[in-house]
């Protein structure tokens, strides 16, 4: 049987715990989800009091994500056939590996020409150093921009 740390766990825990096992039954535990496991978003974000290369945040100056490697989006089709250009704004959660975790399309100024697709399937294969603060990486959230243009 675990002991357990009086600082660790909160005495509504250990009652609850106490009750579900008097009871028989199975309580399940789940971890401690506060501010910190959510994503930083960095989509409004601006320099402020923060240091050259930095954001301010309401958690604190945090130095965003970078691309470390990056594929060049093809130019879809049936934009090619049509000599369209587009633009395509992407929100975009970087993971504290790195990886692009999710992607969620914002804007489109040609839409229904591919450019969506094409720059949301890219965005997912993309690296980046992840966003630190006070020196540790983070999970965030910033804005991408892909642009195509007919050559």
Partial sequence: MRTLRPQTVSSAMIICALTAVVIGASV?????????????????A??????????STDRGCIIPPRVRRGVKPPFPES???FRAQGRVILSATIEVDGTVSSVEMIYSTNPGRGFDEAATDV????KYRPALLGGEPVRSVHRIIV???YR
Avoid: S
């Fill in 147 to 149: 642009d195509f243009k």
């Fill in 28 to 44: 399940p535990v789940q971890a401690d989800t506060g501010p910190g496991d959510a994503p930083i978003d960095l989509t409004h």
């Fill in 123 to 126: 965005v997912r294969q993309w």
């Fill in 46 to 55: 601006t320099q402020g009091a923060c240091a050259k290369r930095q954001l």
């Fill in 79 to 81: 934009a090619r056939r």
